[in-house]
């Protein structure tokens, strides 16, 4: 059983939206905070969003922010991406990630996160 598992992923036209999932299974007690992280053909993966169960700010890469939605539905163990106003330059590789336990500066930073999904393609043409 996979515990992270995204969906959701598409192509579309500049401007446009997407929304992301991420199921979570069997590791719930291990998704205190989760995170968004993307990776683009010839490029470092990068933290995208970021999120705590307990509530409280989310964080976002300044290239996202104000576009950009994380949010989660506990009772459904789903993680959401909201992406509006879609760049050409979003193109990546979307993954959720998930620990139990990060430091507040780490909130993007990958090595924080111990589960990872296989991730799901977003493509944004202009």
């Known amino acids: 059983q996979v515990p992270l598992v995204e969906s959701g992923g598409g192509s579309v036209q500049a401007g446009g939206s997407l929304r992301l999932s991420c199921a979570v299974s069997?590791?719930?007690?291990?998704?205190?905070?989760m995170g968004w992280f993307r990776q683009a053909p010839g490029k470092e993966r990068e933290g995208v969003a970021s999120?705590?169960?307990?509530?409280?700010?989310?964080n976002y890469a300044d290239s996202v922010k104000g576009r950009f939605t994380v949010f989660r539905d506990e009772d459904k163990n789903i993680l959401y991406l909201q992406m509006n106003s879609l760049k050409p330059e979003d193109t990546a590789m979307y993954y959720c990630?998930?620990?139990?336990?990060?430091?507040?500066?780490?909130?993007?930073?990958?090595?924080?996160?111990?589960?990872w999904g296989q991730g799901t393609q977003v493509t944004v043409s202009s």
């Open positions: 990630a998930a620990t139990q336990w990060r430091e507040p500066w780490e909130a993007l930073r990958e090595r924080a996160y111990n589960y």
């Open positions: 069997g590791i719930t007690a291990s998704t205190t905070y």
């Open positions: 999120i705590y169960r307990g509530g409280g700010v989310n």
